[in-house]
């Protein structure tokens, strides 16, 4: 287990225990950090995992309080807590592959011009930011987020935004240069002219090829980070 998981985890069952109220601010993330004797770092990544959950929320000025109370939180830290651990990340890169086949090829049949445009604007942002990987995962989470939108399925577009979430962590550390980078764009490129054309069973070969090596990437990232 990461130390995100086990921190996120150990959260999770001080939350569900009723030793806190709803709407309790938490401690800091130093005293956090001190209490758990993890590193900062460790602790700001767990609670912002915890936050895509919707299990605390994050008053900017303020500090990061608990949402709701714990008979309210303990059915969804029973259906997502156990994904915040190494044995389900694995099954998670593939629950989001075939998700994001079924966004592009929905995509490809349901998207509106303005939403072409926008993905195009995204591919070129991810073009223009090969050199600073921050920016250039923005866009990608753009680019995806477009075609879930565009996809026309709330319930698609809310899963795979939980799950590239929860993936985040990994999927930041996956691009390790200009390299990895210039290999997405291609890939998008692919899957944005699909789209454009709308051939829903191109946009679909060109996302299960592009899930293919990316869930490569970000599961060489999660085993390097989880080596004995």
């Given at each position: 287990?990461?130390?995100?998981?086990?921190?996120?985890?150990?959260?999770?069952?001080?939350?569900?225990?009723?030793?806190?109220?709803?709407?309790?601010?938490?401690?800091?993330?130093?005293?956090?950090?001190?209490?758990?004797?993890?590193?900062?770092?460790?602790?700001?990544?767990?609670?912002?995992?915890?936050?895509?959950?919707?299990?605390?929320?994050?008053?900017?000025?303020?500090?990061?309080?608990?949402?709701?109370?714990?008979?309210?939180?303990?059915?969804?830290t029973l259906s997502w807590g156990m994904m915040l651990g190494a044995p389900r990340t694995r099954e998670l890169v593939e629950l989001r592959g075939g998700l994001?086949?079924?966004?592009?090829?929905?995509?490809?049949?349901?998207?509106?011009?303005?939403?072409?445009?926008?993905?195009?604007?995204?591919?070129?942002?991810?073009?223009?930011?090969?050199?600073?990987?921050?920016?250039?995962?923005?866009?990608?989470?753009?680019?995806?987020?477009?075609?879930?939108?565009?996809?026309?399925?709330?319930?698609?577009?809310?899963?795979?935004?939980?799950?590239?979430?929860?993936?985040?962590?990994?999927?930041?550390?996956?691009?390790?240069?200009?390299?990895?980078?210039?290999?997405?764009v291609h890939e998008h490129a692919a899957i944005f002219a699909a789209v454009r054309d709308r051939d829903a069973?191109?946009?679909?070969?060109?996302?299960?090829?592009?899930?293919?090596?990316?869930?490569?990437?970000?599961?060489?990232?999660?085993?390097?980070?989880?080596?004995?």
């Amino acid at each position: 287990m990461t130390p995100v998981s086990e921190v996120a985890e150990r959260l999770l069952a001080f939350f569900t225990s009723g030793q806190i109220a709803a709407g309790t601010r938490l401690p800091s993330e130093r005293q956090l950090s001190a209490s758990l004797g993890v590193g900062r770092s460790a602790v700001r990544e767990a609670l912002a995992a915890l936050e895509i959950l919707g299990i605390v929320v994050v008053r900017p000025g303020s500090g990061t309080y608990l949402r709701d109370s714990a008979s309210e939180l303990l059915p969804r830290t029973l259906s997502w807590g156990m994904m915040l651990g190494a044995p389900r990340t694995r099954e998670l890169v593939e629950l989001r592959g075939g998700l994001e086949v079924q966004a592009a090829t929905l995509a490809a049949d349901r998207i509106t011009d303005d939403g072409i445009e926008r993905l195009g604007e995204h591919l070129d942002a991810m073009r223009g930011s090969r050199g600073e990987l921050a920016a250039f995962v923005e866009a990608d989470a753009r680019f995806h987020g477009e075609l879930a939108l565009s996809a026309g399925n709330q319930v698609l577009q809310e899963l795979l935004q939980s799950i590239r979430s929860l993936l985040r962590i990994w999927a930041d550390r996956a691009l390790e240069g200009k390299r990895d980078a210039t290999t997405a764009v291609h890939e998008h490129a692919a899957i944005f002219a699909a789209v454009r054309d709308r051939d829903a069973d191109a946009a679909a070969s060109a996302m299960a090829a592009h899930m293919t090596t990316a869930a490569a990437r970000l599961l060489a990232s999660f085993d390097e980070a989880n080596a004995p």
